[in-house]
């Protein structure tokens, strides 16, 4: 709604003004009136006003005096002046102040609204133009920091072709800074600090990380940081630098600087790693992989300090791996037998302990693949809770679990956590049901043929999936489920009608057949014939 202010110096002209103006259709809600320039002067301020109705002649303060102060202080007032005087020192400064409308007195309705009509028009103009303003800096300041991230990931992953992307090169190259540097950070505790201090919002998190880092750079550095989309606790920090020679200390002193700061601020513990510093963004990548590796060189056995490392900071080579103890698991998961299943995983963990060298790379991997493979194990097997109606890849997952550990202690509380929740799944089916083997799948068949059949029997009756159900009845007999039903009815079709007292209709109910047509019809589709011609075949065939 507008808001409107007359400024006249004669109560009649101001009252004339306020009648004959078609205020509701121009959607003005409330009417200003000033006896003068200075009060005038005074509303403006206080009341920013839209549109300024303003008399050319007034005592002390008078029309071009308030023209010239809303031109300079208020520019976006729409002004209509009005006047009893044809002087043209008064057309020259309405003029140059950029009015709306110079209306002559005595003042006619239709004139009054025409220039009305036209303020309202130039001031939804500029509406429209300054939203359009303001809508294209949200988009900028949105996508650009992602056009920036998705061109160094890119180059980084050796992916970015110069020729066909110059202008995107424009993002993120500049001839001042011709130096670069990569920085990878590791979150450790991303997940307890997601939930208790970003109420599990993670792209604010990420958000508030990329300020705080980005605030460290200086005269001589640029500063760009983003999360790689590849790894949700990774942060990538790009450094652009003026000149080499005290780049790679002014760089870590930075980035050390801001991994203080998001200890201080939000509690995060990070751990990091600098990659070496190269002339021109081809040697961003070689940086970035740098760094990486620094990083995963780690010892976590020995991680203290959350502080930047390089490659003095790694110790041995050596790798562990948990997935030459795969067969081990699955006996254990097949036995129901926990105890073993957790000797199992205290030889690992002992294991590193002897070799007093575990990197952050290794307990990656572990952690990864040991979430795999109990979740095989689990799938293999197909327990699920006696309530739902299916077992599903995700309602096999255990839920809950926050992946976090900045020590070896937590990492191993962690797999501790990992595997007795898997182990539960598969006990608790084992516990319920006893073991399984898929014969009983076929047997059920054989004697129950006459009964409607559906693969939710077996699903609910031994905590199986559909899928693997399906999948181990067919490795073991080399058909699915529903055709060994078939073949096992057809047969025993057979075999009734070799008895020439029953009729087809017996026979088809005796078969689970609800419907005679439907049954001599599937019959016809597997011997070629239908049931009544079955019983002549056998006749001329001695």
Not at 34 to 48: D, S, V, Y
Request: glycine fraction near 6%; proline fraction near 3%.
């Amino acid at each position: 709604m507008l808001k409107v202010l007359i400024i006249d110096d004669e109560e009649p002209s101001r009252d004339a003004l306020k009648i004959l103006g078609d205020w509701d259709r121009l959607g003005v809600q409330q009417i200003l009136e000033a006896n003068g320039g200075l009060p005038g002067i005074e509303l403006i301020n206080e009341h920013r006003p839209d549109i300024v109705l303003l008399d050319m002649k007034m005592p002390e303060v008078n029309g071009p005096e308030v023209l010239s102060m809303i031109c300079q202080d208020h520019p976006h007032i729409a002004t209509i002046v009005i006047s009893g005087y044809g002087d043209f020192q008064y057309t020259k400064q309405a003029i140059q102040s950029h009015v709306v409308d110079y209306i002559l007195k005595p003042l006619a309705r239709h004139d009054l609204n025409r220039a009305l009509d036209k303020a309202v028009a130039i001031l939804e103009t500029r509406k429209k133009v300054k939203n359009e303003f303001l809508e294209k800096n949200i988009v900028v300041n949105i996508s650009l920091p992602k056009l920036k991230s998705d061109i160094y990931m890119s180059i980084i992953e050796g992916k970015f072709h110069k020729q066909n992307q110059v202008e995107h090169l424009k993002t993120v190259y500049d001839e001042g800074y011709p130096y670069y540097q990569a920085f990878t950070l590791s979150f450790l505790n991303l997940e307890h600090i997601q939930k208790i201090r970003f109420h599990n919002d993670l792209t604010l998190l990420y958000f508030a990380v990329s300020n705080v880092i980005n605030e460290f750079g200086s005269q001589y550095l640029n500063c760009f940081s983003f999360q790689n989309p590849r790894q949700d606790r990774e942060f990538i920090i790009v450094i652009c630098g003026q000149r080499v020679a005290d780049m790679n200390s002014l760089s870590r002193a930075s980035v050390n600087k801001a991994m203080i700061k998001l200890k201080e601020l939000f509690g995060l513990l990070v751990v990091g790693a600098a990659g070496t510093v190269g002339f021109g963004l081809d040697s961003l990548s070689a940086s970035y992989h740098d760094a990486k590796d620094f990083l995963l060189s780690i010892n976590l056995l020995s991680l203290k300090d959350f502080i930047l490392t390089d490659s003095n900071y790694c110790n041995s080579k050596r790798k562990h791996s948990i997935n030459s103890r795969i067969p081990l698991f699955r006996n254990a998961f097949r036995d129901s037998d926990s105890k073993y299943a957790k000797g199992i995983l205290d030889e690992f963990i002992g294991q590193i302990k002897k070799s007093n060298y575990f990197s952050l790379g290794d307990a990656q991997r572990s952690l990864e693949e040991f979430q795999f493979i109990l979740h095989d194990l689990v799938l293999e097997l197909c327990i699920h809770n006696e309530n739902s109606e299916q077992a599903t890849e995700d309602s096999l997952k255990p839920k809950g679990f926050i992946l976090d550990y900045v020590s070896f202690e937590q990492y191993c509380n962690l797999l501790y956590q990992i595997l007795h929740s898997y182990f539960a799944k598969i006990g608790q089916g084992h516990n319920r049901k006893g073991k399984f083997h898929i014969s009983l799948v076929k047997e059920y068949i054989e004697q129950c043929y006459f009964e409607e059949i559906s693969i939710a029997i077996f699903t609910e009756r031994y905590f199986l999936s559909r899928q693997y159900l399906m999948k181990l009845f067919k490795q073991e007999y080399r058909c699915g489920i529903y055709e060994y039903l078939q073949i096992f009815r057809m047969n025993k079709a057979k075999e009734l009608l070799d008895d020439p007292k029953l009729k087809i209709q017996q026979i088809a109910e005796m078969l689970g057949y609800k419907d005679t047509n439907y049954f001599s019809k599937a019959f016809k589709n597997y011997f070629g014939h239908s049931p009544s011609d079955n019983r002549g075949v056998e006749e001329n065939n001695p």
